[in-house]
């Protein structure tokens, strides 16, 4: 499913136009991009959980060269399903 499937589903369930649909869509994506960069925990009841997470320091190699290379620490973005969608 991409963006637009997104906006159809929109469309069917509510009956708003296209123009209002796709805002919609994008405000949600936006909203929840936003939050994600500050730091927040993105909890959406039923669905699941989307987190930041340290990520550790690492030596990887280089495929080309197989030199070793130090991966600094980051942060990466988690998603944790919730109770329903563990199910499917």
């Given at each position: 499913?991409?963006?637009s499937d ?5 469309i ?5 136009s296209?123009s ?10 936006d ?14 009841r039923?669905f699941g959980v ?8 690492g030596?990887?190699?280089?495929p ?7 991966i600094?620490?980051?942060?990466t ?7 329903d969608m563990?199910?499917?």
């Amino acid at each position: 499913m991409i963006k637009s499937d997104l906006v159809e589903c929109v469309i069917d369930r509510t009956g708003l136009s296209k123009s209002l649909a796709r805002i919609a869509v994008q405000t949600i994506l936006d909203t929840m991009r936003d939050s994600i960069a500050r730091g927040e925990r993105i909890e959406l009841r039923g669905f699941g959980v989307f987190e930041i997470r340290p990520r550790k320091t690492g030596i990887g190699r280089n495929p080309k060269t197989g030199e070793e290379v130090r991966i600094p620490p980051g942060k990466t973005v988690r998603f944790k399903p919730g109770k329903d969608m563990q199910a499917i």
